[in-house]
DNA sequence: TAAGGATTGGTACCGAATATCACTAAATGT
DNA sequence: ACATTTAGTGATATTCGGTACCAATCCTTA
């Protein structure tokens, strides 16, 4: 139900896009590969102070439109972003205590979308599943 | 299915969490009242020149925390407001084309995301759908 | 190795929203 | 009715997340 894609192969990405081999981009790709977790582009720009911000935020970007980064909203109505298999229509759980985000798929949720568009004026053309959660691996929801 | 819940009564809402009864907040409720779309708050305070732009966004803060009005995220990542029924949770459609906003509630939504919280590693707290429509009755849907 | 386009990064800018704060107006007590 | 108190207001500054700009620099390829 939870799935393990495995994480997305970014720098054929950026191959694929027609994209150079720059010693910046093999940068954020080799973080954004370790990321386990929602981050912010704040924050990942932090981390890389040798990266200037506008090729932090270009680069992710591209990811996003190759479907390889999904931005999502936080419970809070912020943003946070994650990589996530590409290829596949997929929702995300998000820890409302750590951030910790997983894909999920659950063909049920696509299913049933298909019938509410029945009753629903209009066409649906896409949809967005947003659960939040709290992780029970994080310390802050351990006990709860 | 599509729910056609009353328009809540906001001025009830003020009065309920203690607010004083001033002309700036009577202004920015009648116009919201008449709100069948989603809105913008810039565009919410174009419409008052007489009232402070500090004043619109404090008041509609206030009532979208008593549930009166709700704040989406469009398909493209920005943010709409939209007056909704209070006390029940629900979810909505919004037209890609004229951006108008509907309110739905279907109870397969809600028995879905309980039967899938099983499956979710930790503990479901809340989620957010949205569907994205066509909404087949502004002129831009027209015909496609 | 020189030319030429993609990429970079510092900075300015943008839109959306909040913080500040002196001023004003509503409610309350007398 | 008036003074007092306290919430509310609104002009402006500031923040936050993100994009635009643009001269300098780096890849690529010929």
Same mark, same amino acid.
């Given at each position: ?9 970014l720098?054929?990405?950026l191959?694929?896009?027609?994209c150079?081999d720059?010693?910046?981009r ?6 954004l590969?370790?990321?386990q ?9 932090d981390?890389?102070p040798s990266?200037?911000?506008?090729? #932090?935020?270009?680069t992710?970007?591209?990811?996003q +439109?190759?479907g390889?980064?999904?931005?999502? &909203?936080? /419970?809070? @109505?912020?943003?946070?972003?994650s990589?996530?298999g ?14 910790? #985000? ?7 949720? +696509?299913r ?5 568009? &029945?009753? /629903?004026p @209009? ?7 947003e659960?939040?959660?709290?992780c ?8 709860k």
């Open positions: 139900m939870v799935s393990d894609a495995p994480p997305p192969d720098l054929a990405i191959e694929r896009a027609g150079r720059t010693a910046p093999r940068a954020i790709v080799s973080l590969e370790q990321k977790e929602g981050f912010t582009l704040e924050a990942l720009s981390e890389l990266v200037g911000r506008a090729t #932090v935020y270009r992710v970007k591209l990811f +439109e190759a390889a980064v999904c931005k999502l &909203a936080t /419970i809070n @109505g912020s943003h946070i972003y990589l996530c590409v290829g596949h229509h997929h929702h995300h759980t998000v820890c409302v205590e750590c951030g910790a #985000v997983e894909e999920f798929r659950v063909d049920a949720v +696509e049933l979308i298909g019938e509410i568009s &029945a009753d /629903i @209009g066409e649906v053309i896409s949809h967005r599943l659960l939040y959660v709290n029970h691996s994080c310390p802050a929801s351990k006990g």
